[in-house]
């Protein structure tokens, strides 16, 4: 980097602790105890005493590594709930033995290294390539684009798994641009990524679509043969599903994993009713995601310029790979919104609109 990306890289940083920092106060409120947090926030108070009761311990170091693993809510993945309880282990040592009573402490710890944290650390990941370019400061609109966004804003006032869901898979396409085609490391990486974004939540195997444009740009763009598409294809769904049950060791346990696949199946069952019955059909459907764009992402125009934006970097062959990967990731999570689920809230579309509105400048000289 020279003199002038490394002043904007540093006023990127800069700017990220105090966006950071301007959480703390109002992440504090509405936490004085496990009862206060069912009037405010039905999901965390879900959530809390599962994570709670991961730190009771037991008779011998085996029984509470057991208790540690089962968290007993499976309507989430093990990495939401693993990388909770590894914030709170220095919070735990330092408030001493009773450190279950300092709920608000606690609490606040969590939305800010569980939701504000990985939010920042993808949007500071999605324009570091500008950062390197002649334009550094394409870098810096960006940024401030992407982390006042209101769906954002709104994300970083509780605790919840859509944060660390966006950075798993902010990597998982950063991952697969870096490989450009390759078939190589990178594109290996980017499976451990995905089952991490999988684990945390269940959206993360929407990724499907973009895989499958990857393997045939690696195909026709890299001219890669079809036995090493096919062999690496193979080698990434080993390298995949193995990172899934890592990540996720009660799939190991046979009670545990019928109470997964309970749990998802719930999920899936819950998420198609009321769509094409209740819900009003598609155009009603469309009418609620416009909605959502216009109340958390800046507007429908927007979006559809950053979606346009794709469309012609494509057709001008500028910048191919990054724009195929982020449309089809894009066109996975809205279409499975607009087609399938019967819910919809802001903040769902997180993972999705920041990689695509860190597009936004790219045709800009």
């Known amino acids: 980097m020279d003199k002038t990306?490394?002043?904007y890289l540093l006023l990127i940083l800069l700017l990220a602790l105090a966006y950071f920092a301007i959480f703390i106060l109002p992440n504090q409120t509405g936490a004085a105890d496990a009862t206060m947090l069912s009037a405010f926030e039905h999901d965390e108070f879900a959530q809390y005493p599962n994570l709670m009761q991961m730190f009771r311990g037991g008779e011998t170091s085996l029984l509470a590594f057991k208790h540690f693993l089962t968290y007993q809510h499976y309507y989430y993945?093990?990495?939401?709930?693993?990388?909770?309880?590894?914030?709170?282990?220095p919070v735990k040592w330092m408030l001493g033995p009773d450190w279950v009573a300092?709920?608000?402490?606690?609490?606040?710890?969590?939305?800010q290294l569980i939701s504000v944290l990985p939010v920042l650390l993808s949007a500071i990941l999605l324009v570091l390539d500008q950062l390197r370019s002649k334009a550094p400061w394409k870098a810096l609109l960006t940024f401030l684009l992407l982390i006042s966004l209101p769906a954002v804003v709104g994300n970083n006032m509780w605790w919840h798994p859509d944060g660390l869901l966006t950075l798993f898979c902010t990597l998982t396409v950063l991952l697969l641009i870096r490989d450009e085609g390759k078939l190589g490391l990178y594109f290996y990486l980017s499976g451990v990524a995905c089952a991490l974004a999988i684990g945390a939540k269940f959206l993360g195997a929407l990724f499907v679509l973009t895989y499958i444009a990857y393997l045939i740009?690696?195909?026709?763009?890299?001219?890669?043969?079809w036995k090493k598409v096919i062999l690496s294809a193979g080698a990434f769904l080993a390298v995949m599903l193995g990172?899934?049950?890592?990540?996720?060791p009660l799939l190991l346990l046979p009670i545990e994993r019928g109470e997964i696949v309970a749990a998802v199946s719930i999920i899936f069952s819950e998420s198609a009713q009321g769509f094409y019955v209740a819900g009003g059909g598609f155009i009603t459907k469309l009418k609620d995601v416009a909605l959502v764009l216009r109340s958390s992402y800046g507007g429908v125009l927007l979006f559809l310029i950053a979606l346009a934006n794709l469309v012609v970097c494509l057709v001008k062959r500028r910048n191919v790979l990054k724009s195929l990967v982020v449309l089809t990731w894009v066109a996975a999570l809205m279409g499975y919104f607009l087609f399938y689920a019967s819910t919809l809230r802001g903040h769902y579309f997180i993972p999705a609109v920041l990689p695509l509105y860190a597009c936004l400048l790219d045709l800009v000289p």
Do not use: D
């Open 77 to 89: 993945g093990f990495p939401f709930y693993l990388f909770s309880a590894l914030v709170l282990f």
């Open 243 to 248: 990172s899934v049950v890592i990540t996720n």
């Open 217 to 225: 740009y690696a195909k026709i763009a890299r001219k890669q043969t």
């Open 102 to 111: 300092h709920t608000r402490t606690i609490m606040t710890v969590l939305r």
């Open 5 to 7: 990306q490394k002043r």
